[in-house]
């Protein structure tokens, strides 16, 4: 069976320390994207997704969230999945199943 997850209300993800890992999480995907890692982030992050330069400027120093549509735009753009983008929970890319079967694989070939 296909176990859904329920994906965070963003409004209650709205702590402090919340909001900085996501802006973590969010540098991190720039940097796997090829995005400029200091200068011009900001305006090439807003490029991408069409949002104001202050929009990417709040995602990006934790002053902010994207609303649940865009953070997935996000997720897409990077190809990992919503949930670790979000949460950090989960692996990054590829699904939960995937990830089980891979290290599953990995014991059995160590295995005598």
């Known amino acids: ?11 209650c993800m709205n702590s402090l320390d919340e909001r900085a890992a996501f ?3 969010l540098h991190e ?3 796997d994207q090829g995005l400029p890692s200091e200068r011009g982030r900001q305006s ?3 490029a991408e997704f ?3 330069p202050n929009a990417a400027r709040k995602w990006l120093l934790a002053d902010g969230l994207p609303e649940l549509e ?3 735009r996000i997720a897409k753009w990077g190809k990992v999945n919503i949930e670790w983008l979000l949460t950090g929970r989960g692996p990054k890319r590829g699904s ?3 990830t089980k079967a891979i290290v599953l694989g990995e014991a059995l070939q160590d295995l005598p």
Do not use: G, T
Not at 1 to 11: A, C, F
């Open 1 to 11: 069976p296909i176990v859904m997850h329920r994906l965070p209300n963003l409004q």
């Open 23 to 25: 802006a973590a999480r």
């Open 29 to 31: 995907l720039c940097d």
């Open 44 to 46: 090439a992050l807003a």
């Open 50 to 52: 069409k949002v104001s």
């Open 70 to 72: 865009m953070a997935i």
């Open 96 to 98: 939960i199943v995937e």
